[in-house]
T-cell receptor
Framework: AQKVTQAQTEISVVEKEDVTLDCVYE???????LFWYKQPPSGELVFLIR??????QNEISGRYSWNFQKSTSSFNFTITASQVVDSAVYFC?????????????FGQGTILTVHP | DTAVSQTPKYLVTQMGNDKSIKCEQN?????MYWYKQDSKKFLKIMFS???????INETVPNRFSPKSPDKAHLNLHINSLELGDSAVYFC??????????????FGPGTRLTVL
């Protein structure tokens, strides 16, 4: 069975602070993909990043960066110099093989509030 | 211009009624999905279709029936609505065959409220 855990239910920061959202996953698959999605207050789900299990290189996109560590089964997401517009629910998700083939298993989500 | 669209955006209905939610994607994707997001924001897959064929059917009551008239459309019909069906329902689509590599793109969601 696959599982994604986002232990931080809610995080509150002040604008310009850096913030890291944790994601820990469990899977028996050797090949799998990890994702982050953002759900702003307007409610839609916005795709942010996809990472495959064979690529442990960290990725940076503007103020966003992702740290994938297979040894600790973690795929953490850092926002540098946070802005009010970053306020949203962030979901980590896992796509694997076997009976989970083709479906996303989501974590519980982390509510990020950035105060001005 | 919209990639994945859903109608209606809001749906308020009485217990026992039958309702449908429509989903369309113009991305040329082969696979479409329905997810349910409960009041605690937890997202769980319900169904997926690849080229009009059902490929994932999670443990969902028989009152929920997906229908895919073509690969660009996946509708969700719900019979005998219950209070517990109140949730946000998201449609998504992905390219290829619904494999683990595919990025899923989501519609705006339909908020269903059963009174």
């Amino acid at each position: 069975a696959q599982k994604v855990t986002q232990a931080q239910t809610e995080i509150s920061v002040v604008e310009k602070e850096d913030v890291t959202l944790d994601c820990v996953y469990e899977t028996r698959d050797t090949t799998y993909y990890l994702f982050w999605y953002k759900q702003p207050p307007s409610g839609e789900l916005v795709f942010l990043i996809r990472r495959n299990s064979f690529d442990e290189q960290n990725e940076i996109s503007g103020r966003y960066s992702w740290n994938f560590q297979k040894s600790t089964s973690s795929f953490n997401f850092t926002i540098t110099a946070s802005q009010v517009v970053d306020s949203a629910v962030y979901f980590c998700a896992l796509s694997g093989g076997g009976t989970s083939y083709g479906k996303l298993t989501f974590g519980q989500g982390t509510i990020l509030t950035v105060h001005p | 211009d919209t990639a994945v669209s859903q109608t209606p955006k809001y749906l308020v209905t009485q217990m026992g009624n039958d309702k449908s939610i429509k989903c369309e994607q113009n991305l040329g994707h082969d696979t479409m999905y329905w997810y349910k997001q409960d009041s605690k924001k937890f997202l769980k897959i319900m169904f997926s279709y690849n080229n009009k064929e059902l490929i994932i059917n999670e443990t969902v009551p028989n009152r929920f029936s997906p229908k895919s008239p073509d690969k660009a459309h996946l509708n969700l019909h719900i019979n005998s609505l219950e209070l517990g069906d109140s949730a946000v329902y998201f449609c998504a689509s992905s390219p290829y065959t619904g494999g683990l590599t595919d990025t899923q793109y989501f519609g705006p969601g339909t908020r269903l409220t059963v009174l």
